[in-house]
């Protein structure tokens, strides 16, 4: 490996870790344990692979000490989830970045997870929609084995024929991918959650529309959401041994 892919690493190590000693300051200790283990393996990564002898003492010294502090996150978060006591709040601030589906939810999956639970009364307009699709499409992405997506919604009282001829489609791609989606219609329905048959429940104050509208279909954030600024929302997650199966 050349010196500056070497560097290259040790700087995202830095970067990796860095933010994982904000969210645990920010007692955000899911995904800062997340961080952890990331940053942890580009260090043994850079250990494994730098020459200079004099730098490895220094690199083993700052793995152990990362390696401590997940271990001890780890066993809080377990003694926390088997006392059903695990309750993370994540502030969304008005116009922040940085919050795509990829980053938010991504602490959240592993490859227990196989069946998703989707409440939210607004997936009605074309946005709210395509909201939707890029929530299965980051499912589909990541490191899980998701079979089954049940939503349930209210009915667009103005144009009920593009809603489900939308959710139609969502569910007839989704089925290209070995993914069964359910679409349910409530006419009480008002709060809104995500749940994951791993244990973790993710109550999202907008729902899955906590995105601004961008300025025009070719300015930056209309297809990257981790560029799309944000309305203000309130993210609250728990997890509990048995999630709700209907």
Avoid at 91 to 110: R, V
Avoid at 130 to 139: A, G, K, S, T
Avoid at 164 to 174: F, M, P, Y
Wanted: net charge neutral; glycine share 4%; proline share 2%.
């Amino acid at each position: 490996m050349s010196q500056n892919a070497l560097v290259g690493m040790e700087s995202s190590a830095v970067t990796v870790l860095t933010r994982a000693v904000e969210l645990d300051t920010s007692s955000r200790f899911q995904e800062s344990l997340i961080c952890y283990q990331e940053g942890i393996q580009l260090l043994l990564d850079v250990l494994k692979t730098t020459k200079d002898d004099s730098k490895k003492p220094h690199y083993r010294q700052k793995i152990k000490g990362y390696m401590e502090r997940a271990e001890q996150i780890k066993i809080r978060l377990n003694q926390e989830k088997e006392e059903g006591k695990y309750h993370e709040q994540i502030k969304i601030t008005e116009n922040a970045k940085g919050f795509s589906f990829e980053k938010l939810f991504k602490p959240y999956i592993n490859e227990a997870l196989t069946e998703v639970w989707v409440e939210d009364p607004y997936i009605r307009h074309t946005h709210q929609l395509y909201n939707l699709l890029r929530f299965c499409e980051m499912l589909l992405k990541s490191p899980c084995e998701v079979k089954t997506i049940h939503l349930l919604t209210s009915h667009d009282g103005a144009s009920t024929t593009q809603q489900t001829s939308a959710l139609t489609e969502i569910q007839q791609s989704l089925k290209t991918h070995g993914i069964t989606l359910t679409i349910d219609y409530s006419t009480t329905i008002h709060d809104r959650e995500i749940r994951f048959n791993n244990g973790w429940i993710i109550k999202i104050g907008r729902g899955l529309d906590y995105f601004k509208k961008p300025q025009s279909r070719f300015s930056i954030g209309y297809c990257d959401y981790d560029l799309r600024e944000c309305h203000e929302t309130t993210v609250d997650v728990f997890h509990v041994k048995h999630t709700k199966q209907t």
